[in-house]
């Protein structure tokens, strides 16, 4: 099973910035994307942005458009999310997600792949 490590994370204020990464540890070739998803204590995990390997076409949540950027390095097979203009609702748990086939996506959104990493906390102070 793939392995999914996520880096970066911590506090910040309301309208501050924050970047998260996510190292793979490798990359089927049946894999459409990769992606962020969060989950907030007593919520269920939503989608937040993902990426796909080959197009680099993007997806994002309507709550994060303009403000959040995922990016990826090939040779690193690492993604990226970049978070700005951060606000408290956004305090959670952000996960990185593996293994999103090109049939989980559609329109602005994708439902999440196979692999999950052990996620990361985000904290936006107010």
């Known amino acids: 099973q793939v392995q999914l490590v996520e880096s970066g994370g911590g506090t910040a204020q309301a309208g501050g910035t924050l970047s998260l990464s996510c190292q793979t540890s490798?990359?089927?070739?049946?894999?459409?994307?990769m992606g962020w998803f969060r989950q907030a204590p007593g919520k269920e995990r939503e989608f937040v942005a993902a990426?796909?390997?080959?197009?680099?076409?993007?997806f994002y949540a309507d709550s994060v458009k303009g403000r959040f950027t995922i990016s990826k390095d090939d040779v690193k097979n690492e993604v990226y999310l970049e978070m700005k203009d951060l606000k408290p609702e956004g305090t959670t748990v952000y996960y990185c997600?593996?293994?999103?086939?090109?049939?989980?996506?559609?329109?602005?959104?994708?439902?999440?792949?196979?692999?999950w990493g052990r996620g990361t906390q985000v904290t936006v102070s107010s």
């Open positions: 990426i796909a390997w080959k197009t680099r076409s993007t």
């Open positions: 997600n593996g293994e999103i086939h090109r049939g989980y996506c559609a329109g602005d959104k994708c439902h999440h792949g196979r692999d």
């Open positions: 490798e990359r089927t070739f049946t894999t459409y994307a």
